[in-house]
């Protein structure tokens, strides 16, 4: 039976780097006892003594801080001193036909409101009905009343929102008023809150138990699991605790969505971790080692490779840091500070805990000493990476399938759909459904066009015809300006005290703050100088705000963040690799391999929403958030696999070090890219849109990275590249002659 070469006797000593590592273990090892009450003390001051991480609650004014559309609106009601736009509305609709006198009520209900009627907090509003002729675009007639309402701004989502639905359960008592429910962008935020909260702990449960038991049934033990359970649950206290405490002490806002991928992060890559270390443990027990021993070479050899794979993954999501958005600023930090708190957690604790526990971690399967000297003939896929011929066939098909896939993301779109991302069962969600049955899908988040010019307000018929001129306008449902709105008119809400300035509020035939209506408003904006000159204003200065020219502008930063974060953690990636392997050529094949395998994921997500789910886009955030993550989780695996061949190159071919390290590597790969996969994948069970599409987006990139890239592909161009893959260094050529030496010997 054709054998495998047999590995390399252990040197811990050789080299100086080795012993420093060798060093390193023998500390951890002495001291476990200490290592693990001291991480023990730390979780339970984190959780104690530390604030709880918060996340913020003003974030759409954060995303849009330094955005035109903001600008646009604070234009507005420097002009008009009263704001025209609303990010919470109240919706009434009966599909029979609400009652006149519910509609009346209404409108004078409104004005009340804006006459300081009412004791409520509520500052302002303006009703909408769509009575006829009040409403010429609407889709119905008589059936709906939509009310704007305005709240403190200064006050965050969920008081807003506490404040209009106290007002409207107050008010719409009796079910002739046909009260649907709250919605627009702040309602919809608290709703995800809401929803976010009663989700995250399930999911982490969840979570938690399908990555335990991958470790259980990897090591085929019970002990491991409560091992990795012990160690994940010290680095989730003590992150989240740090978190809570940098973030008061930098005066810094969390993203509110950064919770559960925190969680799934950590989950994920202190279970890999604990995965290569009980691999490490489990092959030198089975050498005949003792405990202590055993522990020391294990530390020894695994945890440079898991301190380059963690210092990568954290100078990756680091590199969110040089965008502009204040949302990607906000997870870059969040993120390093997970996966290095990770880290230490996994070279420190979890050594400790291998050499108290030695062959009881993988209780109640017992560990015999094996022989070495042989081992049984590898696996097909094993020797068909390490034969050029075959390896050149699987380049070309693994490229040719990836390649095939990342074609498809030129087709992928971004949105900001708050609304569009809860649960229909939510109340936001139906209010918007019945706003947009009503009217049209973009009442519920119009935009706002305001026009300026000396005396504008003074010529109605050219107003009018401009008005008239944005209705026509392919994708706009309806218009509402001067004249249009009685209760609206008598506070000014159109037309400016000093006849300089008149505005608009245009409703969309298309969902506000998707991909659709961003196009449809790009285009309307950019015919406003040609219809306002065709109306007879002449020339004139517009101002565009409201919740999709917000998307707009927030779709736009990002986009030009893309350029800035891909460079920097492409160079992140690519140094440390170059650092880590000594050598160039490999890194940048290795590289291009995870670049490869990320447009391949991003390809498949636009197949899987865009095109069979039928979604108009993704949220905006969630591909490059992920794209970070599966970039620097590439390396993190590039480290691991590559390293094993390229400590056993250094002593013998490239092709038996192939034989030899890729199938203890990839099986270490394997389980703890289906724990990690299954801790990203798992995201999906919170049911808000950003969460299915992150979900998706990391589960499957894993996946595609661990079945393919690290499996197929990689080990695929080593072959093929053999020792020039060490350029410009030797490594992996100069100690050859010795493995000729001690084979001549043998």
Same mark, same amino acid.
């Given at each position: 039976?054709?054998?495998?070469?047999?590995?390399?006797?252990?040197?811990?000593?050789?080299?100086?780097?080795?012993?420093?590592?060798?060093?390193?273990?023998?500390?951890?090892?002495?001291?476990?006892?200490?290592?693990?009450?001291?991480?023990? &003390?730390?979780?339970?001051?984190?959780?104690?003594?530390?604030?709880?991480?918060?996340?913020?609650?003003? $974030?759409?004014?954060?995303?849009?801080?330094?955005?035109?559309?903001?600008?646009?609106?604070?234009?507005?009601?420097?002009?008009?001193?009263?704001?025209?736009?609303?990010?919470?509305?109240?919706?009434?609709?009966?599909?029979?036909?609400?009652?006149?006198?519910?509609?009346?009520?209404?409108?004078?209900?409104?004005?009340?409101?804006?006459?300081?009627?009412?004791?409520?907090?509520?500052?302002?509003?303006?009703?909408?009905?769509?009575?006829?002729?009040?409403?010429?675009?609407?889709?119905?007639?008589?059936?709906?009343?939509?009310?704007?309402?305005?709240?403190?701004?200064?006050?965050?989502?969920?008081?807003?929102?506490?404040?209009?639905? $106290?007002?409207?359960?107050?008010?719409?008592?009796?079910?002739?008023?046909?009260?649907?429910?709250?919605?627009?962008?702040?309602?919809?935020?608290?709703?995800?809150?809401?929803?976010?909260?009663?989700?995250?702990?399930?999911?982490?449960?969840?979570?938690?138990?399908?990555?335990?038991?991958?470790?259980?049934?990897?090591?085929?033990?019970?002990?491991?699991?409560?091992?990795?359970?012990?160690?994940?649950?010290? &680095?989730?206290?003590?992150?989240?605790?740090?978190?809570?405490?940098?973030?008061?002490?930098?005066?810094?806002?969390?993203?509110?969505?950064?919770?559960?991928?925190?969680? &799934?992060?950590?989950?994920?890559?202190?279970?890999?971790?604990?995965?290569?270390?009980?691999?490490?443990?489990?092959?030198?027990?089975?050498?005949?080692?003792?405990?202590?021993?055993?522990?020391?070479?294990?530390?020894?050899?695994?945890?440079? @490779?898991?301190?380059?794979?963690?210092?990568?993954? !954290?100078?990756?999501?680091?590199?969110?840091?040089?965008?502009?958005?204040?949302?990607?600023?906000?997870?870059?930090?969040?993120?390093?500070?997970? *996966?290095?708190?990770?880290?230490?957690?996994?070279?420190?604790?979890?050594?400790?805990?291998?050499?108290?526990?030695?062959?009881?971690?993988?209780?109640?399967?017992?560990?015999?000493?094996?022989?070495?000297?042989?081992?049984?003939?590898?696996?097909?896929?094993?020797?068909?990476?390490?034969?050029?011929?075959?390896?050149?066939?699987? *380049?070309?098909?693994?490229?040719?399938?990836?390649? =095939?896939?990342?074609?498809?993301?030129?087709?992928?779109?971004?949105?900001?759909?708050?609304?569009?991302?809860?649960?229909?069962?939510?109340?936001?969600?139906?209010?918007? $459904?019945?706003?947009?049955?009503?009217?049209?899908?973009? @009442?519920?988040?119009?935009?706002?066009?305001?026009?300026?010019?000396?005396?504008?307000?003074?010529?109605?018929?050219?107003?009018?015809?401009?008005?008239? &001129?944005?209705?026509?306008?392919?994708?706009?449902?309806?218009?509402?300006?001067?004249?249009?709105?009685?209760?609206?008119?008598?506070?000014?809400?159109?037309?400016?005290?000093?006849?300089?300035?008149?505005?608009?509020?245009?409703?969309?035939?298309?969902?506000?703050?998707?991909?659709?209506?961003?196009?449809?408003?790009?285009?309307?904006? #950019?015919?406003?100088?040609?219809?306002?000159?065709?109306?007879?204003?002449?020339?004139?200065?517009?101002?565009?705000?409201?919740?999709?020219?917000?998307?707009?502008?927030?779709? !736009?930063?990002?986009?030009?963040?893309?350029?800035?974060?891909?460079?920097?953690?492409? =160079? *992140?990636?690519?140094?440390?690799?170059? @650092?880590?392997?000594?050598?160039?050529?490999?890194?940048?094949?290795?590289?291009?391999?995870?670049?490869?395998?990320?447009?391949?994921?991003?390809?498949?997500?636009?197949?899987?929403?865009?095109?069979?789910?039928?979604?108009?886009?993704?949220?905006?955030?969630?591909?490059?958030?992920?794209?970070?993550?599966?970039?620097?989780?590439?390396? $993190?695996?590039?480290?691991?696999?590559?390293?094993?061949?390229?400590?056993?190159?250094?002593?013998?071919?490239?092709?038996?070090?192939?034989?030899?390290?890729?199938?203890?590597?990839?099986? #270490?790969?394997?389980?703890?890219?289906?724990?990690?996969?299954?801790?990203?994948?798992?995201?999906?069970?919170?049911?808000?849109?950003?969460?299915?599409?992150?979900?998706?987006?990391?589960?499957?990139?894993?996946?595609?990275?661990?079945?393919?890239?690290?499996?197929?592909?990689?080990?695929?161009?080593?072959?093929?590249?053999?020792?020039?893959?060490?350029?410009?260094?030797?490594?992996?050529?100069?100690?050859?002659?010795?493995?000729?030496?001690?084979?001549?010997?043998?």
């Amino acid at each position: 039976m054709s054998q495998a070469p047999a590995p390399l006797e252990t040197e811990p000593h050789r080299g100086f780097m080795a012993a420093v590592w060798y060093g390193y273990a023998r500390v951890i090892v002495a001291l476990r006892w200490v290592i693990v009450i001291g991480w023990v &003390a730390a979780a339970a001051a984190a959780t104690l003594l530390l604030p709880p991480m918060q996340g913020t609650a003003n $974030d759409i004014e954060a995303l849009g801080a330094d955005d035109d559309s903001f600008a646009a609106e604070q234009r507005s009601l420097e002009l008009f001193e009263f704001p025209l736009l609303a990010r919470a509305a109240i919706v009434q609709r009966n599909p029979e036909g609400l009652p006149p006198v519910v509609q009346a009520e209404a409108v004078m209900r409104g004005i009340a409101i804006n006459q300081g009627k009412y004791d409520t907090p509520l500052l302002g509003a303006i009703p909408v009905p769509n009575a006829e002729g009040a409403f010429p675009g609407a889709a119905e007639k008589n059936t709906t009343v939509l009310t704007y309402v305005f709240a403190d701004p200064t006050l965050n989502f969920f008081e807003q929102t506490r404040i209009v639905e $106290d007002f409207a359960a107050e008010q719409l008592t009796d079910p002739s008023d046909g009260y649907v429910g709250v919605t627009g962008s702040i309602p919809a935020r608290a709703a995800q809150g809401l929803v976010l909260n009663s989700y995250v702990h399930i999911v982490e449960a969840v979570t938690v138990l399908a990555v335990l038991t991958i470790v259980a049934l990897t090591f085929g033990s019970l002990a491991a699991p409560a091992l990795t359970l012990v160690s994940v649950g010290a &680095a989730v206290f003590v992150t989240l605790g740090v978190s809570g405490w940098a973030a008061t002490m930098m005066d810094v806002s969390i993203p509110a969505d950064l919770r559960p991928l925190i969680v &799934a992060l950590l989950l994920g890559i202190v279970t890999d971790y604990c995965i290569f270390y009980l691999s490490g443990l489990r092959s030198r027990l089975r050498e005949g080692h003792g405990r202590l021993e055993a522990a020391r070479l294990a530390t020894a050899s695994v945890t440079p @490779i898991v301190a380059v794979a963690g210092i990568t993954v !954290a100078a990756g999501t680091a590199s969110l840091l040089v965008a502009q958005s204040p949302l990607f600023r906000g997870f870059g930090p969040a993120l390093a500070l997970t *996966v290095l708190t990770g880290l230490v957690v996994a070279v420190t604790l979890v050594p400790a805990l291998l050499a108290i526990l030695g062959r009881g971690a993988f209780w109640p399967r017992t560990l015999a000493a094996t022989p070495t000297k042989t081992r049984d003939r590898p696996s097909l896929l094993t020797r068909a990476v390490a034969r050029r011929g075959s390896a050149f066939v699987l *380049v070309l098909v693994c490229v040719a399938g990836l390649g =095939a896939a990342a074609y498809q993301a030129r087709n992928l779109d971004l949105g900001l759909g708050f609304v569009q991302s809860l649960p229909e069962t939510t109340s936001a969600q139906q209010a918007a $459904d019945a706003a947009g049955k009503g009217f049209a899908p973009g @009442i519920v988040s119009p935009t706002e066009i305001v026009v300026e010019s000396p005396g504008v307000g003074e010529k109605p018929d050219e107003v009018t015809q401009f008005g008239e &001129a944005l209705k026509a306008q392919p994708g706009v449902a309806g218009v509402i300006g001067p004249g249009d709105l009685p209760a609206a008119d008598d506070v000014g809400a159109f037309t400016a005290k000093s006849g300089d300035a008149v505005r608009f509020l245009v409703i969309l035939d298309s969902t506000p703050l998707e991909a659709t209506a961003i196009d449809t408003l790009g285009r309307v904006e #950019a015919a406003l100088p040609q219809l306002a000159a065709g109306a007879g204003l002449g020339e004139v200065t517009t101002h565009v705000g409201g919740d999709t020219a917000l998307a707009s502008g927030v779709i !736009a930063d990002t986009t030009n963040d893309l350029f800035r974060i891909a460079i920097v953690a492409l =160079a *992140v990636n690519l140094l440390l690799l170059v @650092i880590f392997l000594r050598a160039l050529i490999a890194p940048l094949y290795l590289l291009a391999s995870s670049v490869l395998a990320l447009g391949a994921t991003l390809g498949l997500s636009v197949l899987f929403f865009q095109d069979f789910l039928g979604h108009d886009d993704l949220t905006f955030y969630v591909p490059f958030a992920a794209s970070v993550l599966l970039l620097s989780l590439g390396s $993190d695996y590039n480290i691991f696999a590559v390293g094993h061949i390229w400590q056993e190159a250094r002593n013998r071919s490239m092709r038996d070090a192939l034989l030899v390290a890729t199938p203890e590597s990839t099986r #270490a790969i394997t389980s703890a890219g289906l724990a990690l996969a299954a801790s990203f994948g798992l995201l999906a069970l919170v049911p808000l849109g950003p969460f299915h599409e992150l979900g998706f987006l990391l589960g499957v990139g894993i996946l595609i990275d661990v079945f393919i890239v690290r499996a197929l592909l990689v080990p695929s161009l080593i072959t093929l590249v053999g020792t020039f893959s060490s350029w410009p260094s030797d490594i992996l050529r100069e100690r050859r002659p010795r493995v000729r030496k001690a084979r001549a010997v043998s």
